[in-house]
């Protein structure tokens, strides 16, 4: 009986995921509405596959559904942008050491890489496409600058200057 039972769970929850993955197709959300909610570093969508396992909140799980991105073999390493913004707030900028050591010490070797300052915001990195569109934004708040680092060497394409 409980065999019967944990397969149709089981079985439940496969249905559940997969119809969750046809509807993010359907009702993606944009960068921005995404960014609202607070999944701005959740791009993948098996990542919401694990936060369903441990949050029971419906709604909470279709969000994260309709911000993430399928997954492919190796794709978070695949991807590579032509530049980034660093979009931080010059008044917070104190509480960030890290990203203040990797602007007046590491941000020269990216020339793609350019300082935004914007009123209240978080430090992230917003990554641009070759037409200069915003195509990510990842949270850098408790980043060490050698991460922000070797993020940048990953995902940046190095321009025709370098």
């Not at 794709?75 to 942008?81: C, G, H, R």
């Not at 008044?91 to 590491?106: A, G, H, M, N, W």
Request: hydrophobic share 40%.
């Amino acid at each position: 009986m409980k065999k019967h039972l944990m397969g149709a769970y089981a079985i439940a929850v496969a249905v559940l995921l997969a119809l969750s993955s046809v509807a993010s197709a359907e009702e993606q959300l944009s960068l921005r509405e995404c960014e609202n909610l607070g999944f701005t570093g959740l791009a993948l969508c098996s990542d919401c596959n694990t936060l369903s396992e441990y949050v029971k909140d419906k709604d909470l799980v279709s969000d994260c559904f309709k911000c993430c991105t399928e997954d492919s073999d190796d794709a978070t390493t695949k991807i590579t942008y032509s530049g980034a913004l660093l979009e931080v707030c010059m008044r917070k900028l104190v509480f960030y050491p890290e990203v203040v050591s990797f602007i007046e010490e590491e941000k020269d070797q990216f020339p793609s890489v350019k300082v935004q300052y914007v009123f209240n915001s978080p430090p992230k990195l917003i990554m641009l496409d070759d037409v200069g569109q915003q195509k990510e934004t990842i949270r850098v708040d408790n980043w060490k600058r050698e991460h922000i680092l070797q993020f940048l060497r990953e995902k940046v394409k190095p321009s025709a200057a370098e």
